[in-house]
């Protein structure tokens, strides 16, 4: 039983495309997140959702939209790809959005080539 | 703006040793840290935390100590194995900002059979 899961796991495409990566937590938890890491490895936050409420949206450009129909799905879709899009993005979940511990569970990432 | 960051960008060492992962922060109000491991191909995994009204916590086989006074912790790894080969992760979370974590640029260790 994957507990995060993200599809696809790999995306190539063209610039100028739009394409959605789609997550889904069975862990019952209330809180999603959205991270983009860098070929450096660097891992940086880009948006969390609390029960479906826009939490943190850490000054994305407006061509990433996330969208939570319920609190076990968060979905990212991006419009008009760029070259600087390609990274791998991953989905996680935690348990609480104030007052718990830092443990995040993360899906195994969906890796975006933009050519 | 604050920040998280790691000293060396790779670390080797042999199996059986121990292994010590530092990391810097910027943030003087950061009070609470964790570490995370990322094997190659998955997502970062919860390895340990620490909150700021402790100076040293222990796992299996991982120790993180905090040195608030020059902003450092570090995390040791006892008895090194190939399994503990990873990208290692430190990050602070910020309950301030919607308890937002922010990691730390990413070291890789790399065990010597």
């Known amino acids: 039983d994957t507990a995060v899961s993200q599809t696809p796991k790999y995306l190539v495409t063209q610039m100028g495309n739009d394409k959605s990566i789609k997550c889904e937590q069975n862990?019952?938890?209330?809180?999603m997140y959205w991270y983009k890491q860098d070929s450096k490895k660097f891992l940086k936050i880009m948006f969390s959702?609390?029960?479906?409420?826009?939490?943190i949206n850490e000054t994305v450009p407006n061509r990433f939209s996330p969208k939570s129909p319920d609190k076990a799905h968060l979905n990212l879709h991006i419009n008009s790809l760029e070259l600087g899009d390609s990274a791998v993005y991953f989905c996680?979940?935690?348990?609480?959005?104030?007052?718990?511990?830092?443990?995040?569970?993360f899906g195994e990432g969906s890796r975006l080539t933009v050519l | 703006g604050e920040s998280v960051g790691l000293h060396l960008p790779t670390l080797s060492v042999q199996e059986g040793d121990n292994s010590i992962i530092n990391c810097a922060y910027s943030?003087?109000?950061?009070?609470?840290f964790i570490w995370y491991k990322q094997e190659s191909g998955k997502g970062p995994q919860f390895i340990i935390d620490?909150?700021?009204?402790?100076d040293k916590r222990q796992g299996q086989r991982v120790t993180v100590l905090l040195n608030k006074t020059v902003k450092h912790l570090s995390l040791q790894i006892a008895a090194t194995q190939p399994g503990d080969s990873a990208v290692y992760f430190c990050?602070?979370?910020?309950?301030?900002?919607?308890?937002?974590?922010?990691f730390g640029k990413g070291i890789t260790l790399s065990v010597r059979p």
């Open positions: 996680a979940s935690s348990p609480m959005f104030t007052g718990g511990t830092g443990e995040l569970f």
């Open positions: 862990l019952g938890h209330d809180t």
């Open positions: 959702y609390n029960n479906k409420e826009l939490i």
């Open positions: 943030n003087s109000a950061s009070d609470y």
């Open positions: 620490i909150r700021s009204n402790m």
């Open positions: 990050a602070d979370l910020d309950w301030r900002a919607n308890s937002k974590l922010t």
